[in-house]
């Protein structure tokens, strides 16, 4: 039982530098969303996808795309990183919009320089 | 205002005391509470969920639930020294788009 599976793990990045965020879930969940943590700030929400095909912008959502690739797949973007974009991202899954709780990836660590 | 509030701690306990976590939240279209616990370096995890008013538990674990006052806790009995981790509160509101607001976590030691 994957559950929610991130990739990378950790990632260093020189400012400017773009990537992408892996995220994948195993549990036929209709929803999927992206979070970052820092120091002090808690989890806040980047970015979310209520159903396959949808997407919506969260509380912290600027520097930022995603791709709801399938119903399994949710990538997040980093187009031109910024040493303010330094954090611990976790992906999460849930049933659906509405319903129950939060299943969380292990998280990517990145550091951008 | 921030939507989730919790005492940051740290929060120091002695093993096989109760320890008393603490959250408020700001939206009255507030529908779901969450306990989460999170190891340093680790996801969080889920502890608790509540959706009524009144207490419930689960082994060690007891969440408590007041609407009215806007007001939600776990209480962790017989403490033990695996339970220290930082605990996450989090709130899903209904009038946000079902969005889940997440307090930034109180920090508990449990000293043997």
């Known amino acids: 039982n994957a559950g929610v599976t991130q990739t990378p793990k950790f990632q260093v990045l020189k400012t400017g530098q773009s990537m992408t965020l892996q995220c994948a879930q195993d549990?036929?969940?209709?929803?999927m969303y992206w979070y970052r943590q820092d120091p002090g700030m808690g989890l806040r929400l980047i970015y979310y996808s209520a159903s396959e095909g949808t997407t919506d912008k969260g509380e912290v959502p600027n520097g930022y795309n995603v791709s709801r690739l399938n119903k399994r797949e949710f990538s997040l973007r980093l187009e031109s990183a910024a040493p303010s974009q330094t954090s611990v991202y976790f992906c999460?899954?849930?049933?659906?919009?509405?319903?129950?709780?939060?299943?969380f990836g292990e998280g990517s660590r990145l550091t951008v320089l | 205002q921030k939507e989730v509030e919790q005492n940051s701690g740290p929060l120091s306990v002695p093993e096989g005391a109760i320890a008393s976590l603490n959250c408020t939240y700001s939206?009255?279209?507030?529908?779901?509470f969450f306990w989460y616990r999170q190891y340093s370096g680790k996801s969080p995890e889920l502890i608790m969920s509540?959706?009524?008013?009144g207490d419930k538990e689960d082994g060690r674990f007891t969440a408590q639930l007041n609407k009215a006052s806007q007001y939600v806790s776990l209480l962790i009995r017989d403490s033990q020294p695996s339970d220290s981790a930082t605990y996450l509160c989090a709130v899903n509101i209904k009038t946000a788009g079902n969005q889940f607001y997440f307090g930034t976590g109180t920090s508990l030691t449990v000293i043997p």
């Open positions: 999460a899954s849930r049933r659906g919009p509405n319903t129950g709780e939060l299943f």
């Open positions: 549990m036929n969940h209709n929803s």
């Open positions: 509540i959706y009524s008013n």
């Open positions: 939206d009255r279209g507030s529908q779901s």
